[in-house]
């Protein structure tokens, strides 16, 4: 199938309309890494260990943005979440944190954008607490891991 | 200097007080790659030779979003905006689509925060309009390319 | 029936209760004009025949407000859409732009004051647009076509 | 001058940069009416008789829309309103009611597009608040008044 | 049962997954003090006898607020709510204003918040409209009265 | 001075013109107590101790409130802020936790509803986080303590 999401056969955008999918549970999980160098990761290390508000801080971001998704994509239906679930992986080899999102919801559409934008918010918001020890920041790789539900059928990501 | 930005001795989270810094011209260049398969990017590219939507849904995207970025990110400041540009490249040698983003204000504190915003939601929208054809995309390399104004002084990345 | 909708009996705002309405299929459609002189409109249609943005910058505006109803409209509930759909005919035997608009969910209450909202927005946004060809732009007519689903029963106005 | 506000060379959207305006006292007047039956109108000017809410409501719904319009309209600057002023004229005659926003701000850009999405807002609540009497309400005649302030000088329409 | 709500065994914060929760009706009730001096009271008690607007303007408020809840309390799910009633008791002999909102919805999780935040921003402006007059204003014995649905069950404070 | 602060002399609402006001540094300071029994507020403390979120997530949702007082408080001007601060105090004599917020701008308008907006949603958030465990927490004593700058003066309570 090679068609765009939100996109008519004149290339002009439109929403999707979800009025006659069912309901069902929809889960979608979505990581993302944000490389810093040694130092900077060190600090944000440093803190976890001494339980600073790091992380927690960028945990927030990401909950809080994955309930904002349609207001800040544009073709995105309002969708109520059930749950958002957030995890940090601090990895001293590669230099980078690892951010893990997943997100659930009883409705008649997908929450992989959801868990994309939980990602992207507290990658942002990782960044930003960083930004005055190193610039050069990148934040990198964020994709779908894998969703469940729907009639599109479930998807894992084959790196995964 | 070795602190992370919002982060007071105890490691716990505050905002950074701007109210003795002077207003500048503040301005800041940031770029992230969505990266898919040939196909996929095949049909972006049709979109836009056929002046379709696609790239346009995404900058709207990413200059509303540099608006919100106060409310996205928990410890950001109000920044009124002088300016959002969003340019997007099609490279069909690596499969990719490319977007900058240019941010100014005249303000008490940078816009770094605002030009990443940006182009994370642009490149949040790109996925959600090509997810129907490929879920795995990856949004990749999102990362400072310049800064310039306030009292840090200005930045290029080394790489740029 | 002769009754304000959002005003008790000693003429005072309130919400409506909506906890012992059915969930049925909810559509409303509205429309609106945007009238405007004959250069300006020219220049509207000439962007839309190079397949510009003015028309598509302004229906996602549309779009999004349909799903900020409920944070514009003090008394109305929030209603999680199914589908909002925006068409644009520009007229240039009578020197407008006519927007209009579908809105539709399964919820307890209407989407008049989504539809109507949505054409606001979408006429709001092509004002912004022409503004600097043209200030004595008007936006006029807007009203609701027609609605269905839920007890008071389906409406069609009589001049439709 | 031809040329649309937002659209570029190539039709494309973008924002203005204002980055090189002057901060000046910026002042617009919008107007809209609200066009209803007799029996619609009665209930209305009955409520401002006995002091009731329709019309506090619909001015607070224009203060808080003016305040919002740079998340409404995509690429309006964010704008700090020094004031928003709303009045409406109960016009038994002509059975509507006449909305007039007037807004000010010192900033480097004008406040046309707050002044419209004030009245619209008021609008669009009058109607939320007549619709169980009457659903074949009209706004109509949203327009500019006239703007004070800022390069492109003053502005006042020739029929008010 | 000595847990604390959003918050893990490793005393991080985490959203509660209401996906097994069933929908049922849920109610809450919930009242605030507005302790002023007798000249303040005095000035919103005639406003309300004249019928102005001092009331109408922090029910308005007290009734978006609870819409907005999920976007103002972090944890929080997002709850299309059936009805926010907000009721105010002008008490002269204690010279205080007291607030009362009842909220309810048909969902998974209770709308305890939704309630205490709805007077909250009732209070919060009602001390807005009266801080001209007196700065010292106290909003006090913020608390829930009732809350009824869902699995654990009803409650009603044992002082009310 | 007796008027209320946005009522025109017919008990209307309005929003005040600060279009004359100078811009100077302005600083408010509000605290608020979230009063609970004996268990709970161990629960807070281990967790503090144990150096969890409970106060974090707290203090973050206390930040972002206080950015968006606009939003909230219908007739506040929209105020970009240079700084708000809050902490708290874990009183086991008096079995409450005491939230103080400091806020300031470099603004015409005054900060007092930023920092009591920012105490309520700090002190709502709490309670959010230990109703699990007490239902019948009370938020109290909601107050200014102090404000700087602005033609009406400072302000300190008498009793502080």
């Given at each position: 199938?090679?068609?765009?999401?939100?996109?008519?056969d004149?290339?002009?955008?439109?929403?999707?309309?979800?009025?006659?999918?069912?309901?069902?549970?929809?889960?979608?999980?979505?990581?993302?890494?944000?490389?810093?160098?040694?130092?900077?990761?060190?600090?944000?290390?440093?803190?976890?260990?001494?339980?600073?508000?790091?992380?927690s801080?960028?945990?927030?971001?990401g909950?809080?943005?994955?309930?904002?998704?349609?207001?800040?994509?544009?073709?995105?239906?309002?969708?109520?979440?059930?749950?958002?679930?957030?995890?940090?992986?601090?990895?001293?080899?590669?230099?980078?944190?690892?951010?893990?999102?997943?997100v659930?919801?009883?409705?008649?559409?997908?929450?992989?954008m959801?868990?994309?934008?939980?990602?992207?918010?507290?990658?942002?918001?990782?960044?930003?607490?960083?930004?005055?020890?190193?610039?050069?920041?990148?934040?990198?790789?964020?994709?779908?891991?894998?969703?469940?539900?729907?009639?599109?059928?479930?998807?894992?990501?084959?790196?995964?």
């Amino acid at each position: 199938m090679s068609r765009l999401s939100h996109i008519d056969d004149e290339g002009k955008a439109r929403m999707v309309d979800v009025g006659d999918k069912a309901v069902t549970r929809r889960t979608a999980t979505a990581s993302v890494q944000v490389r810093m160098n040694h130092a900077t990761l060190t600090a944000v290390r440093n803190n976890r260990i001494a339980k600073g508000d790091v992380l927690s801080v960028a945990r927030l971001a990401g909950i809080q943005a994955a309930k904002k998704t349609a207001s800040l994509i544009p073709l995105c239906h309002q969708v109520p979440l059930n749950h958002v679930d957030i995890q940090f992986t601090v990895d001293t080899e590669r230099d980078l944190v690892l951010i893990t999102a997943v997100v659930s919801a009883d409705w008649t559409t997908g929450v992989e954008m959801e868990a994309l934008t939980a990602c992207s918010a507290a990658a942002l918001t990782m960044y930003d607490m960083v930004k005055a020890m190193q610039k050069d920041v990148v934040i990198d790789d964020l994709k779908l891991l894998s969703k469940k539900g729907g009639k599109s059928g479930d998807f894992t990501r084959s790196d995964t």
